[in-house]
Nanobody, 126 residues
Framework: QVMLVESGGGLVQAGGSLRLSCVAS????????MGWFRQPPGKEREFVAT????????SYADSVRGRFTISRDNAKSTVYLQMNNTHPEDTAVYYC???????????????????WGQGTQVTVSS
């Protein structure tokens, strides 16, 4: 079982920065790929970024590539999402997710993730 707790959301002006954090419980964090997803108001949950178990591979949605950076610290069981040059369309609830057992590689598919945090709200004002 893996429990995930996100933090770092809030209100930011367009062009500003935020860093989201997600702390995981459980002993298998370092063997799992992790992902960030988001759900804008009235829309489906969508992929944002993913990172492999070692941190050596990452992948991003086209809409955030070049502005957001995903990273992890396995010693702290924490994954981060650095959000720079934010846009109003980045407004959403952001969710951290952990891949299913044995899933150490990156994935942008929601179905590959078995564990989800409660979400943290990010609001970007124009």
């Amino acid at each position: 079982q893996v429990m995930l707790v996100e933090s770092g959301g809030g209100l930011v002006q367009a062009g500003g920065s935020l860093r989201l954090s997600c702390v995981a419980s459980g002993r298998t964090f370092s063997s799992r790929a992790m992902g960030w997803f988001r759900q804008p108001p009235g829309k489906e949950r969508e992929f944002v970024a993913t990172i492999s178990w070692s941190g050596g591979a990452t992948s991003y949605a086209d809409s955030v590539r070049g502005r957001f950076t995903i990273s992890r610290d396995n010693a702290k069981s924490t994954v981060y999402l650095q959000m720079n040059n934010t846009h109003p369309e980045d407004t959403a609830v952001y969710y951290c997710a952990a891949r299913r057992d044995g899933g150490g590689w990156i994935s942008g598919s929601r179905g590959d993730y078995a564990y989800w945090g409660q979400g943290t709200q990010v609001t970007v004002s124009s």
